[in-house]
């Protein structure tokens, strides 16, 4: 069973700080120490998930964990997420395990704990022991449980993880209420807005439904009498009474209504999807907004600074001045209520969503050259006066407000001079 003995954090703090002398009694009884956000600490770490963001294209988290000899740090069960579990020190016993179900399988949470008697019969996929330097992938919803062996006293391991809340599912639960709101307003279609049918509810619902296949027995039963009462009678029935003549036209008159608002609701379901598709951009873009406001900032080389505002404060930017993105990936552009909006990680903490975002915003015009601004990443150059924009000095302020904000690098500052 899986207990966690972390005291509360403060109502201002995401973390607490536990005391030393405690967390050592604790590893000392056998419990695993969990070091969250390890990056936060470390700069090749948090340089190593900086260019597995950029590589994914996803939010990229790290944990480490500590478990003394002999133990196990959790109950089995599955996780939300994408994991790597890198071995780094001591020898780690994993047993890993399928999807016990469709349902469970690529999940969008993490799973309670299992107990022995839940796998009980399954054979693992994986058994396996991992030592310094091995790496174990696994998938969403796949089972696993890891005792450290005695071979070499503790384990220490990293886990980095990926993909969470990055599926299908949350692509189309930011796009679909756009793409409704977007069709109900629709200056080209009424459908979405007339009114529903008169008494619609007398043949719809789980009662009228005639889909037996997943329905409780005895709502099973009624619904395939109802379906045999609107195919008519055989031979055999012909002469059966008024009653059951009246009860054969009422239920071939609610097949027939229900057959009409299916369809009916089937035309606005693909209007609403036809809007969807339309929108795929513009939900392309909330969701790479919400990427960048939840990965890490960048980790830059002792180059890449140098050439940036960092370690040039106040440099001017000219017309022959050479510019490019410092790192590909770390700012985009989205068209906002006829702005041009751009953002970017640069500022972003190492912590989750530790700063908020701090959006630049431009005039529509500017939007091509900041869009050739952000498409110029090593090993290519561009020079400002290159920007499409019918003015320098415009193309020189998109330019200088980018570098001021961290964003560009220029190549060889000391030696650029005005055109």
């Known amino acids: 069973r899986r207990i966690t003995l972390d005291p509360q954090p403060d109502q201002d703090e995401e973390f607490c700080l536990v005391d030393v002398k405690d967390a050592w009694e604790n590893?000392?009884?056998?419990?695993?120490?969990?070091?969250?956000?390890?990056?936060?600490?470390?700069?090749?770490?948090?340089?190593?998930?900086?260019?597995?963001?950029?590589?994914?294209?996803?939010?990229?988290?790290?944990?480490?964990?500590?478990?003394?000899?002999?133990?196990?740090?959790?109950?089995?069960?599955?996780?939300?997420?994408?994991?790597?579990?890198?071995?780094?020190?001591?020898?780690?016993?994993?047993?890993?395990?399928?999807?016990?179900?469709?349902?469970?399988?690529?999940?969008?949470?993490?799973?309670s704990d299992y107990t022995e008697d839940d796998l009980k019969g399954i054979e693992p996929v994986l058994d396996v022991v991992l030592g310094p330097g091995d790496i174990l992938y696994m998938p969403r919803g796949w089972i696993h449980q890891a005792v450290t062996t005695n071979r070499q006293g503790h384990s220490l391991h990293l886990t980095i993880s990926a993909m969470q809340q990055w599926a299908w599912v949350d692509f189309l639960e930011l796009l679909m209420p756009e793409a409704l709101e977007a069709a109900a307003v629709s200056d080209i279609s009424t459908s979405l807005r007339e009114g529903l049918p008169v008494r619609f509810l007398d043949y719809m619902g789980a009662v009228?439904?005639?889909r037996s296949d997943h329905l409780p027995e005895g709502l099973k039963n009624n619904a395939q009498n109802r379906d045999t009462k609107s195919r008519g009678k055989d031979d055999n029935e012909a002469e059966s009474c008024d009653d059951d003549d009246d009860e054969?036209?009422?239920?071939?008159?609610?097949?027939?209504?229900?057959?009409?608002?299916?369809?009916?609701?089937?035309?606005?379901?693909?209007?609403?999807?036809?809007?969807?598709?339309?929108?795929?951009?513009?939900?392309?873009?909330?969701?790479?907004?919400?990427?960048?406001?939840?990965?890490?900032?960048?980790?830059?080389?002792?180059?890449?600074?140098?050439?940036?505002?960092?370690?040039?404060?106040g440099f001017k930017i000219w017309p022959n001045t050479l510019v490019r993105l410092i790192r590909p990936g770390i700012a985009r552009l989205a068209l906002e209520d006829g702005k041009a909006i751009l953002y970017h990680c640069v500022d972003n903490s190492r912590v989750y969503q530790g700063n908020p975002l701090s959006p630049m915003e431009f005039e529509l015009d500017d939007a091509p050259a900041l869009e050739a601004l952000l498409t110029t990443t090593e090993p290519h150059w561009i020079q400002v006066q290159d920007l499409i924009h019918d003015d320098n000095q415009d193309k020189m302020d998109i330019a200088q407000s980018l570098y001021d904000e961290g964003i560009l690098a220029v190549l060889a500052p000391d030696k650029s001079v005005q055109a």
């Open 27 to 111: 590893y000392q009884s056998g419990c695993s120490l969990r070091l969250l956000c390890p990056h936060k600490h470390n700069d090749a770490l948090h340089a190593l998930l900086s260019m597995l963001e950029f590589e994914w294209s996803c939010m990229v988290g790290a944990n480490v964990y500590l478990t003394p000899p002999g133990s196990q740090g959790f109950a089995p069960h599955y996780d939300d997420i994408e994991a790597f579990c890198i071995q780094l020190e001591g020898y780690k016993h994993w047993k890993v395990y399928p999807p016990l179900n469709k349902r469970e399988t690529l999940p969008r949470e993490s799973s």
């Open 208 to 210: 009228h439904d005639d």
């Open 248 to 313: 054969a036209v009422e239920a071939s008159k609610i097949k027939a209504l229900r057959e009409s608002f299916r369809d009916e609701a089937k035309k606005r379901i693909m209007r609403v999807s036809k809007e969807a598709l339309n929108m795929l951009d513009a939900a392309c873009d909330q969701i790479g907004k919400r990427f960048i406001s939840d990965r890490l900032p960048p980790a830059l080389t002792a180059a890449e600074s140098e050439s940036t505002s960092e370690s040039n404060t």
